[in-house]
């Protein structure tokens, strides 16, 4: 790592000075990462939260003559967890690798058999900051947590704009910005799912104080999130008060964790960054992009067989669960001439009538395939292309053999599996459940040379569960940690296997599951216009390339209306290219005008994904409406070293025919060759792209353009 260089001020080592100490002010530690601090003071074995936000301000002012608040909040025995409850017993830093330190703070209740660890790195010049919380009885006898937040601050005074991601099947991750008022603004998980409803993700404007602050928890399961303001005589308006933020996950039936003695427990990993405020649009951008390259250097799996990011065909959109070795055979032959580089058999081969109900017993249909998956997978090999299978592993359909010889591997509530329509789900905290599953994913691999796998997850599981002795409260906790590692030990064993990550579209997609998996299906939704919207929100919470979408057509069976004109093809296949890119069309249908589209526009992108990859994301319009979106939408990729860019511009309903946008992350004195679409536009300075910006003209509305830009 290069730039600024973290420095941890431990409270325990009286050898250290924290810079900016004043003379009686209380022991302070202070991390650093990416021009923003982390600051804590120490008033005899309490810790309180002082200040939080770009280094080298001023700490936060106390509430009105009260003391600062701690970071710890929550609730044990119905007692409360707070600064004052929790006695910091030792403190211990460490360099962990080149540009990341840590710091672990020893907590023990001042009443309770109680010990928490609190353990923060600080990422290098990402300016990101993450915390986890290991929660340790000491006790002879299982105590009651309660609740306990993985991120809990108490923010100053000021006027505060939350921006939250919301959204439902097909709706996904969609932007809302709202102005704090009195009272708790709170947003829940409990169906089992991450992102089903909301994503535990959020950023905070502060307008008085200047500085924007974002976080988002690694976690898949249930969570829970709030920011209160409450109103109070001591304040002459609301914007005097502070502000409360939580972010945790919810326990077994939003209840409480038994916690047993001597065994620790570990609470989901936050991450959380923060800017100075430019009072500008792209203030989110800035928070956004300090995530991502965090996401990029530190957490995503990358995998060199799928950088830079292939592009795919799957067969699920032009067949839906219905194949035959022979269409499917013509499917990729078409694929392979469009410059397809994995080609991915989508759910409904193995299954004799209903693809979910035998969801498990993962055997080639013998009617579709009568030489098994083998002959498939032998044509996609010879024609250049990476072979790629759906499973559905952590669920088995009720009319499997496999859940009528186990039902007792289903995660289970009143002494019956639990269902989500015709599937249960494997309980992977069973030893048995995981041997299982390696061997059908082993056996799939071996026999058919995987070198893409699908993993899918189509069930709302919930949060009530009957809990074996000892594992109150964390039962799907349980199976999403050994999920969680039942997929590292997979790529382990299969370096070259590409994995990626589905539920139901894009309900479960958290910094959790990306730090597992290669890439995930953004939503199940592909229709164009509400494509635009998903895919500007997922670069928005996530780096990218691991937002994966499809250009499938007209409808949602494949269908391209083919005596459309070709600019509306151009922007179809477009529309998903703001991250990893792929097709699941009927191809085999397609003309050969607009053959010849698909593949040069395949070419565009295998040209473009470099920079997509590794760049800063800049979102140069506000979110397109979901289901009518209108005027333009433009989102602008930069290279770290402003080498090179790309500007994705997309004209919708009643835009103008010319619109302007201000580039950004480009040098300002460097020169910039610009293309349109492969044609040479001109050389302009980068000061002028970022004060004059750049024009660009679409003759149509529903028309898309790509601006290339590089230095000279």
Not at 24 to 37: D, H, S
Not at 534 to 549: D, I, K, R
Not at 594 to 611: E, F, G, M, P
Request: charged share 20%.
């Amino acid at each position: 790592m290069s730039g600024t260089t973290l420095a941890l001020i431990c409270l325990a080592s009286a050898a250290l000075t924290a810079r900016g100490q004043t003379p009686g002010e209380p022991a302070g530690l202070k991390l650093r990462a990416g021009g923003n601090e982390y600051r804590l003071v120490r008033s005899g074995s309490e810790v309180r939260l002082a200040y939080f936000g770009p280094e080298g301000k001023a700490a936060w002012d106390k509430p009105h003559g009260a003391a600062l608040a701690g970071d710890l909040q929550g609730r044990i025995e119905n007692q409360p967890i707070s600064a004052a409850s929790m006695a910091l017993v030792t403190s211990h830093s460490r360099t962990v690798s080149s540009g990341v330190d840590e710091l672990e703070l020893t907590y023990r209740h001042r009443t309770l058999p109680f010990e928490l660890h609190a353990i923060y790195d600080a990422w290098g010049d990402t300016g990101v900051f993450t915390r986890r919380l290991l929660l340790i009885n000491t006790g002879q006898r299982p105590i009651t947590v309660n609740s306990l937040a993985s991120l809990a601050w108490q923010l100053p005074p000021g006027e505060y704009r939350l921006d939250s991601l919301w959204g439902g099947w097909g709706q996904e991750r969609q932007l809302r910005s709202e102005k704090l008022g009195p009272g708790t603004r709170a947003f829940s998980s409990a169906r089992g799912r991450s992102t089903e409803l909301y994503s535990p993700w959020f950023a905070l404007f502060n307008d008085t104080l200047g500085a924007g602050y974002a976080a988002q928890l690694a976690w898949s399961g249930n969570w829970a999130m709030s920011f209160e303001r409450a109103p109070g005589s001591a304040f002459a308006s609301i914007e005097e008060s502070p502000l409360n933020v939580v972010l945790r996950v919810q326990f077994d039936s939003d209840g409480a964790l038994a916690l047993q003695p001597g065994v620790p427990f570990q609470l989901p990993e936050v991450a959380f960054t923060a800017t100075a405020l430019a009072r500008t649009a792209g203030d989110l951008d800035d928070l956004a992009n300090r995530l991502h390259r965090y996401q990029r250097q530190y957490v995503i799996a990358h995998n060199p067989a799928n950088t830079p990011p292939l592009v795919q065909f799957n067969s699920w959109y032009p067949y839906q669960g219905k194949v035959s070795v022979e269409e499917l055979k013509r499917c990729a032959d078409s694929a392979a001439s469009l410059g397809a580089e994995a080609f991915v058999l989508d759910a409904g081969w193995y299954n004799k009538q209903d693809w979910s109900r035998e969801l498990g017993d993962y055997e080639a249909d013998k009617t579709a395939f009568p030489h098994g998956i083998e002959e498939l997978a032998a044509h996609v090999r010879e024609r250049g292309m990476k072979f790629g299978l759906w499973t559905e592993i952590e669920n088995v359909g009720v009319d499997s053999d496999t859940f009528h010889r186990h039902p007792e591997w289903c995660l289970q509530y009143q002494n019956k599996p639990i269902l989500g329509g015709p599937r249960c789900q494997l309980n992977f905290a069973l030893p048995e459940v995981r041997e299982w599953a390696n061997s059908v994913v082993d056996r799939l691999v071996r026999d058919y040379q995987l070198e893409w796998i699908k993993i899918d997850y189509n069930i709302g599981i919930g949060s009530d569960f009957d809990a074996p002795p000892g594992l109150k409260g964390a039962v799907l906790a349980s199976h999403i940690v050994h999920y969680y590692a039942w997929l590292d030990a997979l790529r382990q064993r299969h370096p070259q296997l590409v994995v990626e990550n589905c539920s139901s579209g894009g309900l479960r997609f958290d910094l959790g599951l990306v730090r597992h998996t290669n890439t995930t299906w953004l939503s199940d939704m592909v229709a164009p216009l509400p494509s635009l919207q998903l895919g500007y929100s997922c670069t928005l919470q996530f780096a990218p390339e691991v937002c994966n979408h499809w250009m499938v057509g007209d409808d949602d069976i494949g269908h391209v209306d083919l005596s459309k004109p070709a600019g509306w093809w151009d922007f179809m296949l477009r529309v998903p290219m703001n991250g990893q890119f792929g097709i699941s069309s009927r191809v085999f249908e397609w003309s050969p005008e607009l053959l010849d589209h698909a593949r040069r526009n395949v070419q565009l992108y295998k040209r473009i994904r470099t920079v997509i990859q590794s760049a800063d994301v800049y979102h140069l319009t506000p979110q397109p409406d979901h289901n009518q979106p209108e005027g333009w939408m433009a989102i602008e990729y930069a290279t770290a070293d402003a080498g090179r860019a790309v500007l994705m511009a997309y004209r919708l309903q009643h835009g103008e025919e010319t619109r302007t946008f201000q580039l950004r992350g480009l040098h300002p004195q460097a020169d910039y060759e610009v293309a349109q679409d492969g044609a040479i536009l001109g050389v302009y300075k980068g000061a002028d792209l970022a004060a004059r910006g750049l024009s660009v003209t679409l003759p149509d509305e529903w028309r898309a353009a790509v601006i290339e830009l590089r230095s000279k």
